[in-house]
C-alpha cells in the first residue's frame, strides 16, 4: 500500500495525535486506553498532581490541530 493512502486512513483524531508533541499525545493514548495514572506520570516525566494539567493542554493543542 503506498504511503499516503495509509495516511488518508487515519481518522481527523488520530492524524492530530500523531502531530502533537510526543508527551501530550502519549498521555491522551494511555489515558484513553485506562492506563493508571501513575504509570502516565512515569512515562510522561510528570509528578501526579501536574498530569491534569498535561490533559488540559494536550486536549487544547489536540483541538486547534482539528481546526
Do not use: N, T
Request: aromatic share 6%.
Amino acid at each position: 500500500m503506498h504511503p499516503d493512502r495509509v495516511a488518508d486512513d487515519f481518522s481527523e483524531h488520530e492524524r492530530a495525535l500523531r502531530k502533537l508533541p510526543l508527551p501530550y499525545s502519549l498521555a491522551l493514548r494511555l489515558r484513553d486506553a485506562g492506563v493508571a495514572r501513575e504509570v502516565i506520570c512515569e512515562y510522561v516525566g510528570v509528578e501526579d498532581d501536574s498530569l491534569d494539567g498535561v490533559y488540559r493542554i494536550a486536549e487544547e493543542k489536540l483541538i486547534a490541530l482539528q481546526k
